[in-house]
């Protein structure tokens, strides 16, 4: 039977206390050292079949974040641009109806100043306040229609504001994950290389200690 280093007499029948050195027959250093070496291939292509694998999912990432969130902010944008197309139809029913009273509106006026001229003096003086106070009518509601207007205007512009700091925030994120998985693809190389030199180096260390067996 074999033992290994030497540690014992080759046959324990014969024994008589003194330690005897193993022969070349009596180790099969070609074996250990052959399946020594064939473990340290498998663990090293297990570590960079992982490493590998790893190193592909975040580059798989890495390629479908500015995808993602570009998808992202054209849905966003689509939604503020409905959001503006409701705007814009809620102005032009508030227009419809300020245009529509406006015009009736400038026809009475056009009505009143034709008929002024066949009307008496305590009438006419009767009818100019009328027309006055339908000027200020219409002023009102050309008044009223700018103001409408300009909320709109200011809503949209409040709205692409707040998109840009929005979108802005968005790519900032995705510009600092982009760098988070950069670094980790690193670390990945690193780590990665640092253990297969480490095997390397305890195979070597092994490799030395079978050849004084040799």
């Not at 250093?29 to 064939?38: K, L, P, R, V």
Request: hydrophobic share 35%; with cysteine.
């Amino acid at each position: 039977m074999w033992y290994r280093f030497g540690l014992f007499c080759k046959d324990t029948g014969k024994c008589n206390g003194a330690i005897e050195r193993p022969t070349e027959e009596d180790i099969p250093i070609d074996h250990i050292q052959q399946q020594f070496i064939s473990a340290a291939e498998k663990y090293i292509k297990d570590i960079d079949l992982i490493t590998r694998k790893e190193k592909a999912l975040l580059m798989e990432i890495k390629e479908t974040l500015p995808q993602e969130t570009k998808r992202a902010l054209c849905m966003v944008k689509d939604s503020m641009q409905l959001m503006h197309a409701k705007y814009a139809k809620q102005l032009d029913g508030k227009l419809n109806e300020l245009t529509a009273v406006l015009t009736r509106v400038e026809h009475l006026h056009e009505e009143i100043l034709d008929f002024k001229q066949w009307d008496d003096k305590e009438g006419g003086s009767r009818m100019d306040l009328f027309l006055q106070e339908a000027l200020e009518r219409k002023l009102k509601i050309e008044s009223i229609i700018e103001e409408t207007i300009s909320e709109l205007n200011q809503k949209r512009q409040n709205d692409e504001r707040l998109f840009s700091e929005f979108s802005e925030s968005i790519n900032q994120q995705v510009q600092w994950s982009i760098q988070i998985i950069e670094r980790c693809l690193q670390r990945s190389d690193i780590r990665r290389k640092k253990l297969l030199d480490t095997k390397l180096s305890e195979l070597k260390v092994v490799l030395c200690e079978l050849k004084k067996f040799a």
